[in-house]
């Protein structure tokens, strides 16, 4: 990964946040979602996943794309999905990154994830596995994920302990339903000698529609800002920088590298600025056109706007903007709110206000579109179970 700035940059930036904000030669973490394909159908999926799209990238093409990172200089690459593990090819596609020196981080909610797999995967170098829960035990987790999810995902911890993988990672997207789970989840973690990513729930994909049921109050949002502060080895992603608000400022960039400093490839190739604003106005290009990722990354139009100086718009009264930098981009885009406008979970309440005077206006909200869905999958109203078939090839 090259620390070049990609645009004309001052002898001595203020800060590396700000140089960062500028955008750099290659961007420092990549999600590439292979598939739209899964097998659960979780009530807060960002890419509404469930069925593949004909319009995959094909094997060669996704060949093609790991050439392209590792002649950028990429460390790693985070793949995910739906479920990645669907691809009939997933297994060689990351065995051909990591021999071309691309590592890879692939999130899976682990019910393929079976012990020849495991074993699989420990003989591999520079693979890192993270198995997403979203409740630390059967019932939370499986009211947002599934009936059988919660067992699945600790069957395939299990087989990747006793494979001796070494440490993966527990991932859960926060919500005011397991906020309370915070220890039993660090717990659990331990018991592996894994280690505990936490990231924010935004309103994309299927979020859009449980995002208002599930997203924390702002009495949780506190309890979770001091919960992180005392533990800076838990792993955030830097999904929590609005927070910083609050005081001082979580571990990380803490601000939003939304085509500065991160993007995301979809399953057909087209690239965005981040893995949560899978919408059109956020689309940069496709790995299919002329001069590929690479061009897209550094020459396309909507991430050479993103990278100028972004105004502070109604935050600039605010003496918390430099701590929080307005907030997430695509938490504001899928609620209706400006672009310049506060943080729909502004820790001030500025953004539940702006939220209400919306309400008095003629706004049509941005819709993710209908994304991937199966015909039946659980909504918000009925949590309709999920039941899961796994498969045992190996």
Known sequence: MSADPALPAPARPSSLTDRFSRGLQ?????????TYGCNLACVHCLSSSGRRDPRELTPAEARGVVDELHDLQVFYVNIG???????????????YAVDRGVGVKFSTNGTMLTRERAATLAGMDYVDVQISIDGADAATNDDVRGRGAFRAARQAMDNLAEAGFGPFKISIVVTRHNVAQLDAF????????AQLRLTRLRPSGRGADTWEELHPTQEQQRTLYHWLLDRPNVLTGDSFFHLSALGEPLEGLNL?????VVCLIDPVGDVYACPFVLHEEFRAGSVRDAGGFTRV?????????LREPQSAGACASCGS????????????FFTGLPLDGPDPECVHGHGEAALEQLKLQPVVVPHPGPGHSKTRKPTAATREPVFLTLSRRG
């Open 26 to 34: 290659a961007p420092i973490c990549l999600t590439w979602e292979l």
């Open 81 to 95: 999905g739906g479920e990645p593990m669907i691809r009939p090819d997933f297994f060689d596609l990351i065995s």
């Open 186 to 193: 660090e717990r659990l973690a331990e018991s592996y000698g």
């Open 256 to 260: 939003c590298g939304a085509g500065r």
């Open 297 to 305: 990354w550094r020459e396309s139009e909507l991430f050479t706007e």
């Open 321 to 332: 903007y430099d701590a929080c930098r307005g907030g997430c981009m695509a938490s504001k």
